[in-house]
C-alpha cells in the first residue's frame, strides 16, 4: 500500500524544494537589477548620440529562471491549489485524457471546414460532459 504523507510532511518537502529556486529567483533579480541599471545608461548616454535610441538600447536577454520567477510571480497561486483544496488533482491529466478521442479524431478526419459543418460534428462528438 503506498504510503500516505502528512500535510506537514508535504509542506516541508515543498519548502525543501523552493529553497534553491528561491535562490535562483533572487540570482536572477539581481542580474535583472544589473542589466535595468545598464539599459538606463544606455538610454542616458543615446541623448547625446546622433543615432536614433532605439540602435542604443540592449534588451535583456530572458532566460530559464526569469521565466519561472515570472510565472510563480504572475500565478504561483494556483500552483499549490491541490493541496488545500480536497479533491483537486495536482496535474491536469483527466482532462487531457478527455479530450484525446476529439483531438485524434480532428487528426484523422481532417476536421470541418467550415463553420456550417463546426457546430454539429461538435454536437456529435460531446458525450454529454459538458462540450459545446
Known sequence: MPRTFTEDEVRESIEAAAVPLRARIAQSEAENARLEAEIARLKKDSSTSS??????????????????????????QY??????VP?????????????????IDRKVTQGTRGDPG?????????DGSGCG
Open 118 to 126: 463546426r457546430f454539429p460534428r461538435r454536437r456529435f462528438l460531446c
Open 51 to 76: 543615432k536614433p535610441p532605439s540602435s542604443d538600447i540592449v534588451k535583456p536577454p530572458r532566460n530559464e529562471v526569469e521565466n519561472l520567477a515570472k510565472r510563480f510571480r504572475d500565478h504561483g
Open 79 to 84: 500552483y499549490f491549489t491541490f493541496l488545500k
Open 87 to 103: 479533491g483537486v488533482e495536482p496535474t491536469n491529466n483527466a482532462v487531457q485524457r478527455g479530450f484525446r478521442h476529439l483531438v
